[in-house]
T-cell receptor, first 113, second 115 residues
Framework: GENVEQHPSTLSVQEGDSAVIKCTYS??????FPWYKQELGKRPQLIID?????GEKKDQRIAVTLNKTAKHFSLHITETQPEDSAVYFC????????????FGKGTMLLVSP | GAGVSQSPSNKVTEKGKDVELRCDPI?????LYWYRQRLGQGLEFLIY????????KSGLPSDRFSAERTGESVSTLTIQRTQQEDSAVYLC?????????????FGSGTQLSVL
């Protein structure tokens, strides 16, 4: 089955800095890669996703890049703000019928004012 | 309802007791998922329903865990003879079609504590 590794497990940055979280996956059939944000005590919520037919996707201050050859994808957050502090999970799925998301173990991002 | 609803929000039980956790998905969502989140850990897949059938139950950790879904709606996750290592947040999620490449809508979870 799919295995998703995520690094780092914790990341501390100063407000305004950029943050990068990296994930690798094992199943070459995977073609859907979402990122979920979980604020303390709240439910995970989708913030951005990318499919294997594109290499990069941006949404305001967040972007995701995908390298299918190397089987890794990354989340980039620019101009970080204290409200970006949360646990971020990457995930991978083949997107085929009856496929399910496999999540990484999460990265706790702390943004200091 | 407006979102995925789970009950109870908190459950404290004694080792060896059985517990039932309930999930009400978004109306019309075909797919329903159960995940387990241990403290400080990631989202561990337990089981997936497409309609009332469970094509993937590979994540259930032991035969003490079971789940069902009825009416293509409500799902119940049952843990028999609970152990301390079962303590975790149990998250339910639903999605419109279960294609594996669509947004999951999560509930707020049930915090299970086994004493």
């Amino acid at each position: 089955g799919e295995n998703v590794e995520q690094h780092p497990s914790t990341l501390s940055v100063q407000e305004g800095d950029s943050a990068v979280i990296k994930c690798t996956y094992s199943d070459s059939a995977s073609n859907y890669f979402p990122w979920y944000k979980q604020e303390l005590g709240k439910r995970p919520q989708l913030i951005i996703d990318i499919r294997s037919n594109v290499g990069e996707k941006k949404d305001q201050r967040i972007a995701v890049t995908l390298n299918k050859t190397a089987k890794h994808f990354s989340l980039h957050i620019t101009e970080t703000q204290p409200e970006d502090s949360a646990v971020y999970f990457c995930a991978a799925s083949s997107g085929a019928g009856y496929s399910t998301l496999t999540f990484g173990k999460g990265t706790m991002l702390l943004v200091s004012p | 309802g407006a979102g995925v609803s789970q009950s109870p929000s908190n459950k404290v039980t004694e080792k060896g007791k059985d517990v039932e956790l309930r999930c009400d998905p978004i109306s019309g969502h075909t797919a329903l998922y159960w995940y387990r989140q241990r403290l400080g850990q990631g989202l561990e897949f337990l089981i997936y329903f497409q309609g009332n059938s469970a094509p993937d139950k590979s994540g259930l950790p032991s035969d003490r865990f079971s789940a069902e879904r009825t009416g293509e709606s409500v799902s119940t996750l049952t843990i028999q003879r609970t152990q301390q290592e079962d303590s975790a947040v149990y998250l339910c999620a639903s999605s419109p079609h279960g294609t594996g490449d669509e947004k999951l809508f999560f509930g707020s979870g049930t915090q299970l504590s086994v004493l």
